[in-house]
């Protein structure tokens, strides 16, 4: 047993250390490209020449010239990332997006890696130590679930800056400073996420963006009703003229008992989410506890064909079942 340990620990290193070399490279490579299109966007023919750039890379500087503001290739390896997108079709752009949501500075192509990396893991953990071939490739569903819950936690954040950030704005826009001028500070006097969302807005529009485009794509990213009435406030206020700092106190004014709603919810249905927890965590450590005392009568259920089935079943029904809690226990505001 010892060896085969030492074995699996030497390979899943050496994996670690390929795919940490392949992210330094791949971030080199992105920093490089994004300095490259915006330098061609200011001057193409002079830019591009001093660059000495290949037809190659000419043609895909000239295609992503109208979307500065967002890469959305999924790697920068040309061949990989024209795979991935026959593979993914539309889904690659909407993966890209969760992965914005979630905070993450990955590209699809090294979540992806990474995904695969960590079904190969558990498949050699699970196989090694209880004999159940195949069945820790489930274990790839971890970073899926950890880019949710930093989704979740991000937009959190986000919602509780915006009363604050709101008020801010509304000053300065009764002090006389336009709209742009008032998301300018907001970037600037506000940490991340809204700092850096706003900072995102800022910039699309300083390179030609229209404000509402602008303001669309911000609720596309970070997709929350509060964003979403905020936009569509200062979009209608724009179009159809009005009092803008009074709109966006009022936004203000809703969001912040939005809030407090919610946190009265989520105060109200802890126990029931701690209940589901517990019921989650409860069968590994009985089963761990069980595994310690009686090793010969435990590790002879996991090898056996019929105990593994049962296995795989408990693994399947507790998964529904804290799905199930999960759903009951939210409640939209």
């Known amino acids: 047993m010892l060896p085969a340990i030492i074995s699996v620990t030497a390979f899943l290193s050496i994996l670690i250390g390929c795919f940490c070399v392949y992210l330094i490279i791949e971030k080199q490579k992105s920093t490089k490209l994004q300095s490259q299109r915006f330098e061609f966007a200011i ?29 959305t290739s999924t790697s920068s390896i040309p061949w990989l990332d024209k795979l991935l997108r026959k593979l993914l079709k539309g889904r690659a752009s909407y993966l890209l997006t969760i992965i914005e949501q979630s905070g993450l500075k990955l590209k699809v192509s090294e979540f992806l890696l990474f995904t695969l990396l960590t079904s190969l893991t558990g498949v050699l953990v699970v196989d090694l130590f209880f004999h159940i071939p195949l069945a820790g490739a489930v274990i790839g ?11 979740a936690r991000r937009l959190e954040s986000f919602i509780a800056q915006m ?6 704005l509304s ?8 709209v742009q001028a008032g998301l300018k500070n907001l970037s600037e006097e506000f940490p991340a996420p809204i700092g850096e969302e706003f900072a995102k807005v800022v910039a699309e529009i300083n390179l030609g963006l229209h404000l509402k485009d602008a303001l669309q794509n911000l ?3 970070v997709n929350s009703t509060e964003v979403q009435i905020l936009c569509t406030g200062i979009i209608i206020n724009r179009e159809l003229g009005g009092n803008l700092s009074e709109l966006v106190g009022s936004v203000s004014d809703t969001v912040r008992e939005r809030f407090r709603l919610k946190g009265m919810i989520k105060a109200l249905t802890a126990e029931n989410q701690m209940s589901g927890y517990l019921l989650i965590a409860l069968p590994f450590a009985l089963y761990l506890i069980l595994n310690m005392l009686a090793p010969e009568t435990y590790n002879s259920f996991a090898s056996d064909p019929t105990g593994q089935k049962i296995i795989i079943g408990c693994l399947v029904s507790m998964v529904f079942g804290y799905l199930i809690m999960n759903k009951i226990t939210q409640l939209e505001v």
């Open 163 to 168: 009363p604050a950030a709101l008020d801010m």
């Open 171 to 178: 000053g300065d826009l009764r002090a006389g400073l336009d």
């Open 219 to 221: 609720a596309n990213r």
């Open 43 to 71: 001057n193409p023919l002079a830019i591009s020449s001093a660059l000495g750039l290949k037809s190659r890379e000419r043609d895909l500087l000239e295609a992503e010239e109208g979307d500065l503001r967002r890469d």
């Open 141 to 151: 569903i971890v970073p899926w679930a950890v880019l949710n819950i930093l989704k």
